[in-house]
C-alpha cells in the first residue's frame, strides 16, 4: 500500500512544526496556544508553506492545504479580533510575501546559474536548469550522456538535493558501455566532495580501469576500482595509495627516454593527464631512433603501463635501450642444443 503520508509534503511540513511545538510546549509553563509571538510565528509558517505549495499539488496536498488555511485564519481572529486591524495585518501581509516571493525566486536563479556552472567546470555536457524543476523538490535527478570515441559512450545520472544554501550536486552514477566485441556496461557511484569531486573525465577512466590522484595536501592520494570487490551498494570498492606507499610518477617517468621530458611545458601537461588517468601518446628516444607509444599510471605496482601502436603491453629491457613484448618462453629464432639437459642446455641462434 502506497505510504500517502511520506507522499503529502505538507503534512511532512505541518509534522515538523508539530515536533517543533511539542518540544517548546515542554520548555515553558505557559501555553503557547495564547502566546502572541508564538501565533505569529505560526502564522508566518503557515504563509511560508502556502507558498512554497502553489503549483502541481496532490488531491491530498490540496486538502491539507485548504484545512491549513482555516487554522490560519482561526489563528489571525485569534490574534486580531478587530475586523480592520485584521485586514490591514492581510495587507501587509501580502506585500511582504510578494517580497519574499520575489527574493526566493532571485535567489533560486542564482543558485541554478551556480549550479550549472559547477556542473560545466567538471567536464559534463551543458545542462537546462529551470526553477520548475526544481521548485517544491527535495531531490531531483538529471541525466546526461555523450560519445566516447566510437565505441565507448557514457552516461551520468546527476543527483541534485536542497541544501541550506539551496540545491547542490549530491554526487551522480556513471555508467561506461562499450559497444565492441561482447558489450558491457561499467557503472559506480560517486560521491559529491566539493573541490575533490571526481570530474566526468576522471569517471570515465577509472571505469576503464585505470587510476586517478585525488586530494589535497597529506590527503593526496592515487584512487582505482576494485572490480572484484562491491559493497552492499553495489558499487566497486576503492583501492587508494598514499604517498607513504611508495609511488612517485615523476620520478618513475623521468626512467623513461621520452622526447616530451626535455620540455617543461610538455613534461608538466604529461604528469597533470596522467594524474588524471588519461593515457597518453609520448615519443621514446632509443639512440637514433623514435617509437610512439602510450602510457598511463600504474600506482598499485609503482611502475607505468606502456602500450605500442596497436594497443599492445610492452616492456622495455633493464636499460630502457630495447623494447620487449609480452611473448613468453623463447624468443624467435631460438632452439635448444640436443643432447643436453637442465641448465647445461643451452639457447642459441638459428642458423
Do not use: C
Not at 546559474?113 to 536548469?129: H, N, T, W, Y
Not at 555523450?146 to 539551496?166: R, T
Not at 585505470?210 to 595536501?217: A, D, E, Y
Not at 551498494?233 to 627516454?257: A, H, M, S, V
Amino acid at each position: 500500500m502506497k505510504n500517502t503520508t511520506m507522499d503529502n509534503r505538507v503534512e511532512i511540513e505541518l509534522s515538523r512544526w508539530l515536533s517543533r511545538e511539542q518540544r517548546f510546549q515542554k520548555l515553558f509553563s505557559f501555553s503557547l496556544n495564547a502566546n502572541r509571538d508564538f501565533i505569529k510565528e505560526k502564522l508566518r509558517f503557515y504563509r511560508r508553506v502556502s507558498s512554497k505549495y502553489k503549483g502541481q499539488l496532490t488531491p491530498q496536498e490540496s486538502l491539507t492545504l485548504r484545512m491549513m488555511r482555516q487554522e490560519r485564519r482561526h489563528l489571525e481572529k485569534q490574534l486580531y479580533p478587530n475586523v480592520w486591524v485584521r485586514l490591514a495585518y492581510k495587507a501587509i501581509s501580502r506585500m511582504v510575501r510578494g517580497a519574499q516571493i520575489a527574493r526566493d525566486q532571485q535567489r533560486q536563479t542564482t543558485n541554478i546559474e551556480q549550479l550549472k556552472d559547477s556542473i560545466r567546470k567538471m567536464g559534463f555536457p551543458e545542462v537546462a536548469l529551470q526553477r520548475e524543476q526544481l521548485a517544491n523538490k527535495e531531490k531531483i535527478s538529471i541525466p546526461l550522456s555523450y560519445q566516447v570515441g566510437k565505441k565507448e559512450q557514457m552516461q551520468f545520472d546527476l543527483v541534485l538535493k536542497q541544501g541550506s544554501k539551496g540545491y547542490e550536486l549530491a554526487g551522480y552514477t556513471a555508467s561506461l558501455h562499450r559497444q565492441e566485441g561482447n558489450p558491457s556496461r561499467i557503472k559506480h557511484y560517486f560521491k559529491a566532495a566539493g573541490e575533490n569531486t571526481v570530474t566526468a573525465e576522471q569517471a570515465h577512466n577509472l571505469l576503464s580501469g585505470r587510476s586517478v590522484m585525488k586530494g589535497n595536501g597529506d590527503n593526496r592520494h592515487w584512487m582505482q576500482l576494485d572490480f572484484n570487490d562491491r559493497n552492499a551498494q553495489g558499487n566497486y570498492n576503492i583501492k587508494r595509495f598514499y604517498p607513504g606507499y611508495g609511488f612517485d610518477l615523476e620520478k618513475t617517468l623521468r626512467k623513461l627516454p621520452l622526447k616530451e621530458l626535455g620540455n617543461k611545458a610538455e613534461t608538466k601537461e604529461l604528469v597533470r593527464d596522467l594524474k588524471n588517468g588519461k593515457r597518453r601518446t609520448v615519443t621514446l628516444v632509443q639512440g637514433n631512433k623514435q617509437h610512439h607509444i602510450t602510457i598511463e599510471a600504474n600506482p598499485r605496482f609503482k611502475s607505468l603501463n606502456l602500450y605500442n601502436t596497436k594497443g599492445q603491453k610492452i616492456a622495455l629491457d633493464k636499460n630502457g635501450n630495447r623494447l620487449l613484448g609480452q611473448k613468453k618462453g623463447l624468443q624467435r629464432k631460438v632452439r635448444l642444443r640436443k643432447g643436453l639437459v637442465g641448465k647445461d642446455r643451452m639457447r642459441i641462434k638459428r642458423n
